[in-house]
């Protein structure tokens, strides 16, 4: 970290070049130093990219997360997206950067320190970026990752669900939005001494440093029954659990039914009467649903621990969800997030 003299250092104090020759330390060297960076495969595997744009009082703030926590779950938003698509490993990113001129320096050392981070953690590295001034703090980031050549081995994507098909959760859901409750102070003593202090603490982890579900992918190809060829409908559920199975569905051109009792929500986090709704659309808990043929389905629950069926494909009208108990729709206010409404 920079001493005191450089944490008050402002953007505009450096400059463009020599904001982006720190910015160099958190990449190999030379990659700064062109226009684009060259990347090079010699196993032929195909590379899958996504671009994500993280904007300041949308998906982030300083009231919920120090920098450090915005690189780490900027870095997160988007390999969870190459984890969607089936990727097995990690290229790298790049970062662009906008930001006020006003911007501490300490603020975005910070954020590359969380980025280099989950880097670390996860594989890839900073393959460059740009940036720019402007009046909001903005951070646009493109992850670069590899899919598996093996045979029988493939991308996952939406519209490969197939009606029968079991959906699978990897993990929990809404402690995420659990974790913004708790960091904007929205809960009430009551409601907060109805949580133990280990779920409080997971659920802001969840919110700050969430985990992209590259181990699930693994999961997913070490469990195939040999037999099944690659089928995989699926996608992240990083706008909410029902708009993750919404998408699946309406791209599989087939309906979808949840099972009230199997919604993957925590005990402690079922008892506060939002407990359900921010499992079903709280949004950023960033891990996958996956439609699967059943016996793949179940070798995956054994496979991966904290997985868990939550319902299933069907013949019905593209894109809605019900309940499987009563057959009723799920309230449009459980689509989950959306820009621009």
Do not use: K
């Amino acid at each position: 970290m920079a001493g005191a003299a450089g944490s008050a250092q402002t953007l505009a104090d450096l400059g463009e070049w020599e904001l982006l020759r720190r910015l160099s330390r958190f990449a190999p060297p030379g990659q700064f130093a062109d226009d684009a960076a060259l990347l090079s495969d010699q196993a032929g595997r195909p590379l899958v990219l996504n671009t994500d744009v993280l904007v300041e009082h949308v998906h982030f703030s300083d009231a919920t997360m120090p920098p450090q926590a915005v690189g780490w779950r900027a870095a997160a938003a988007n390999l969870s997206d190459l984890a969607a698509m089936g990727c097995s490993a990690v290229a790298g990113i790049t970062v662009g950067l906008v930001a006020p001129g006003h911007t501490p320096w300490a603020w975005v050392e910070g954020v590359y320190e969380g980025l280099a981070e989950a880097l670390q953690e996860h594989g890839g590295l900073l393959l460059g970026g740009d940036c720019s001034s402007g009046q909001q703090r903005m951070l646009a980031i493109t992850a670069l990752g590899y899919l598996e050549p093996a045979p029988g081995s493939g991308a996952i994507r939406r519209g490969d669900g197939r009606p029968g098909d079991w959906l699978i959760s990897t993990g929990p859901h809404g402690l995420s939005r659990l974790g913004l409750a708790l960091l904007l102070g929205e809960l009430h003593s009551d409601q907060r001494s109805q949580l133990s202090t280990a779920l409080q603490q997971r659920a802001i982890a969840a919110h700050q440093r969430p985990q992209p579900r590259l181990d699930a992918v693994a999961a997913l190809r070490r469990s195939r029954p040999v037999p099944l060829p690659w089928r995989v409908g699926g996608t992240d559920s990083s706008d909410g659990l029902v708009a993750a199975v919404a998408a699946i569905a309406a791209a599989s051109d087939c309906g979808a039914v949840l099972q009230r009792a199997a919604l993957p929500l925590d005990p402690e986090l079922a008892r506060l009467e939002a407990g359900e709704h921010w499992c079903l659309s709280g949004g950023e808990d960033f891990e996958l649903i996956l439609a699967l043929e059943a016996p793949w389905a179940e070798a995956l629950l054994q496979a991966l621990p904290g997985a868990s069926p939550i319902g299933c494909l069907v013949e019905a009208q593209p894109g809605l969800v019900c309940w499987q108990d009563s057959g009723a729709p799920l309230a449009a206010v459980e689509s989950g997030f959306s820009h621009f409404r």
